[in-house]
């Protein structure tokens, strides 16, 4: 599995950002599909998952409301709509595949890594 993120760039708060995964795969249902994030000086943390079929979805406390992740079954893609920004959502963003066909929060069910995009929110 190969994943490719795109789409951060800077935005003032409260403003909006699409970010898009590319991901290569055999057969793209048998993952289920997360962002994480990972800020200056901190450690990674998970932002929201979802399952094969993008009928389940779960959320960060912080982001919940906020941010909408989706997939497209038929382009391979896994989205992460980002909306209301927050100066504290500046992070380097993730898109990685799971073990499991089920949402996952955890991140030690998660294999494989995009190379990240970057969001920074101006206050």
């Known amino acids: 599995v190969q994943l490719q993120a795109c789409g951060g760039g800077l935005v003032e708060a409260g403003g909006s950002l699409n970010l898009s995964c590319a991901v290569s795969?055999?057969?793209?249902?048998?993952?289920?599909l997360g962002w994480f994030r990972q800020a200056p000086g901190k450690g990674r943390e998970f932002v929201a998952g979802?399952?094969?079929?993008?009928?389940?979805?779960i959320y960060a406390d912080s982001v919940r409301g906020r941010f909408t992740i989706s997939r497209d079954n038929t382009k391979n893609t896994v989205n992460l709509q980002m909306n209301s920004l927050e100066p504290e959502d500046t992070a380097v963003y993730y898109c990685?595949?799971?073990?499991?066909?089920?949402?996952?929060?955890?991140?030690?069910?998660?294999?494989?890594w995009g190379q990240g995009t970057e969001v920074t929110v101006s206050s």
């Open positions: 990685a595949s799971s073990i499991m066909t089920i949402a996952q929060g955890t991140e030690e069910y998660y294999n494989e």
């Open positions: 795969a055999r057969t793209f249902t048998n993952y289920g």
């Open positions: 979802i399952n094969w079929s993008g009928s389940s979805t």
